[in-house]
T-cell receptor
Framework: DAGVIQSPRHEVTEMGQEVTLRCKPISGHDYLFWYRQTMMRGLELLIYFNNNVPIDDSGMPEDRFSAKMPNASFSTLKIQPSEPRDSAVYFC???????????????FGPGTRLTVL | AQSVSQHNHHVILSEAASLELGCNYSYGGTVNLFWYVQYPGQHLQLLLKYFSGDPLVKGIKGFEAEFIKSKFSFNLRKPSVQWSDTAEYFCAVSPYSGGYQKVTFGTGTKLQVIP
């Protein structure tokens, strides 16, 4: 399996621009997570989906952030408009259903390093 | 809601030294516990996990962790570290119940191993 795939790996944009991050989870995984990692705040859960349905978006910082999962193999995290304080590494992770082998273990993608100037 | 504390933010060791990273959690019920590792410039990877049974869990690369329920702890250990163990280590906790429960990560401990 190719693992969780994220694109782009690096994104540099200017303040006010729209940014779209993409994620392809591991095939067969029912759960998908979006995290943000910064030096100041560590690893924060933004939102997670189960069977393509958003379950908990309480970590989404504000209305500028939105996430979708139109099908089991694709999710996007959009920031519009972007601000310098959004600069971070954004990770996508997926997880198989519980119970079962590997349940609740999260498999992380390589991350997208976002820089907003 | 559960929480995780990692008291050591930055640890520096020489090669061959023994390692112990502290992790304490706060939750009144049964939990699942995890240690993840993030090598420089890479994504998080599972190091080991505890779901039930033997509280001493062995993971990859010679790491182990011990779940002490009475102390709400899940400390990570390695008898002899290598330079390649330089990474950031995250402890995580999830309530144990039917269905999915959110995993909460600690703030991480950066380990630097000096050759």
């Amino acid at each position: 399996d190719a693992g969780v795939i994220q694109s782009p790996r690096h994104e540099v944009t200017e303040m006010g621009q729209e940014v779209t991050l993409r994620c392809k989870p591991i095939s067969g995984h029912d759960y998908l997570f979006w995290y943000r990692q910064t030096m100041m705040r560590g690893l924060e859960l933004l939102i997670y989906f189960n069977n393509n349905v958003p379950i908990d978006d309480s970590g989404m910082p504000e209305d500028r952030f939105s996430a979708k999962m139109p099908n089991a193999s694709f999710s996007t995290l959009k920031i519009q408009p972007s601000e310098p304080r959004d600069s971070a590494v954004y990770f996508c992770a997926s997880s198989p259903s519980f119970p079962g082998q590997g349940a609740r273990t999260q498999y992380f993608g390589p991350g997208t390093r976002l820089t907003v100037l | 809601a559960q929480s995780v504390s990692q008291h050591n933010h930055h640890v520096i060791l020489s090669e061959a030294a023994s390692l112990e990273l502290g992790c304490n959690y706060s939750y009144g019920g049964t939990v699942n516990l995890f240690w993840y590792v993030q090598y420089p410039g890479q994504h998080l990877q599972l190091l080991l996990k505890y779901f039930s049974g033997d509280p001493l869990v062995k993971g990859i690369k010679g790491f182990e962790a011990e779940f002490i329920k009475s102390k709400f702890s899940f400390n990570l250990r390695k008898p002899s570290v290598q330079w390649s163990d330089t990474a950031e280590y995250f402890c995580a906790v999830s309530p144990y119940s039917g269905g999915y429960q959110k995993v909460t990560f600690g703030t991480g401990t950066k380990l630097q191993v000096i050759p």
